[in-house]
């Protein structure tokens, strides 16, 4: 049996229209179910309690080490490098002898020095005898005016070759000095230059090793010029303040220090100022044009309310965290961040003893459930020696941890 052409288009679209309300009635029934469980499934977090602690208020700059001296040693006189006395890489002491030159034209010219010195005193001696006599001989009209004045005159020019010569033998027992070279300071002679055998001269611009002074030793770093009037309050008052060399990674500290000096400008390209730190370096960690991270302590904030680095998100409203509520769901709490110690950030908004989230905050929202994990990541922060905690969480967190949720 024929079917019209109108009834198979009606049966055609009742077809379509039945299998669209089935498939879309259930891919509805779906989303709302899932919808449904992800609302009231727990998200497992790691949580850490806020802690009242003192925690340092530093300025942080980066630096390059460098000796205190830095000295290039050169021969003061030409001549042939007879010995070597050190060893490259030894420390050595100011005044210890380096380097021999051979001295035995220095010894001939020192003789022939004190010979000359010797011959015109004896002529000044005798002009003197002379002169005495002439004086006598004048004052009993035996003799004319101008012989005398002509003696005295004779003895002036004895003593000016006098004075000479004493010049010539001074200067000669200085170069027989310059030929044992010395180190001007204590340090650490690097790789020596020349070798002993070759001809030097005072004119060479390598010199014959180079000391440096590491103990003490100085690392020059730099801040910006807006907190150079923080760090000149300190100083004016008095105050010593006490600087931290840390490792490249900014996870080692390598030694104590003080700053030594601030420089009188700032650099117009970078808008920032040079300082001087100074560090004892008696073993030796530091080490010269070692690349540093500087820790300027200027002051301790007393009694702040801290949290871990990894708890504190950032959304377009700023800085905030998840706060545990006794229900065991979370809220949103603003926060403001001050200064920081490691991983340990000091907030204001939150009081001591607020449970905050610390790990599993990309998968909350406001209100959410939560589901406490136990172990490290739940644990209130551990401490270290001196009583500061710290959240111990998992690889990937980072205390500027990022996330594009707003509160």
Do not use: C
């Not at 001939?108 to 003197?128: C, N, S, T, W, Y």
């Not at 340090?187 to 440096?212: E, S, T, Y």
């Amino acid at each position: 049996m024929k079917l019209s052409r109108g009834f198979r288009l009606l049966l055609i679209i009742s077809i379509v229209a039945g299998a669209g309300w089935y498939f879309f009635g259930q891919s509805g029934e779906s989303e709302k179910s899932g919808k449904h469980n992800g609302n009231n499934a727990a998200v497992p977090v790691g949580i850490a309690a806020a802690k009242t602690i003192d925690i340092p208020v530093y300025l942080q700059g980066l630096g390059n080490i460098v000796p205190r001296s830095n000295v290039i040693v050169h021969t003061r006189v030409d001549g042939q490098l007879m010995t070597v006395n050190f060893n490259e890489g030894q420390m050595v002491k100011k005044d210890q002898l380096l380097a021999q030159l051979d001295d035995r034209p220095f010894v001939a010219a020192l003789e022939q020095a004190q010979g000359a010195l010797a011959r015109d005193q004896a002529l000044l001696a005798e002009a003197k005898i002379d002169l005495d006599r002439y004086q006598t001989l004048w004052s009993q009209d035996s003799i004319a005016k101008q012989q005398l004045d002509t003696q005295a005159s004779l003895v002036k020019q004895y003593e000016g070759a006098v004075l000479n010569d004493q010049g010539q033998l001074d200067s000669a027992k200085t170069n027989l000095i310059y030929t044992k070279i010395t180190s001007p300071v204590n340090g650490r002679v690097g790789l020596r230059q020349v070798d002993a055998g070759n001809i030097v001269h005072a004119a060479d611009a390598n010199g014959i090793v180079i000391v440096a002074e590491l103990q003490p030793i100085t690392a020059i770093f730099t801040i910006p010029e807006d907190n150079v009037p923080d760090v000149n309050k300190h100083i004016a008052a008095g105050e010593t303040l006490v600087a931290e060399a840390w490792d490249r990674d900014n996870k080692n500290k390598l030694a104590d220090g003080t700053l030594a000096a601030v420089d009188n400008q700032v650099d117009p390209t970078t808008g920032t100022v040079k300082l001087r730190a100074e560090f004892a370096n008696e073993d030796n960690s530091l080490f010269p044009s070692q690349f540093v991270n500087i820790r300027l302590k200027l002051n301790t904030l007393k009694d702040a309310v801290t949290v871990p680095g990894a708890a504190i998100q950032h959304g377009t409203k700023g800085a905030f965290v998840y706060l545990v509520k006794s229900d065991n769901t979370v809220t949103v709490q603003n926060i403001t961040i001050g200064p920081a110690d490691g991983e340990t950030v000091s907030v204001t908004g939150l009081n001591a003893g607020d449970q905050v989230v610390t790990d599993g905050a990309d998968s909350l929202r406001e209100g959410a459930k939560i589901d406490i994990a136990t172990g490290d990541s739940a644990a209130p922060a551990t401490g270290d020696d001196n009583g500061k905690k710290h959240h111990k969480h998992k690889d990937g967190d980072n205390a500027d941890k990022t996330s594009d949720k707003s509160p």
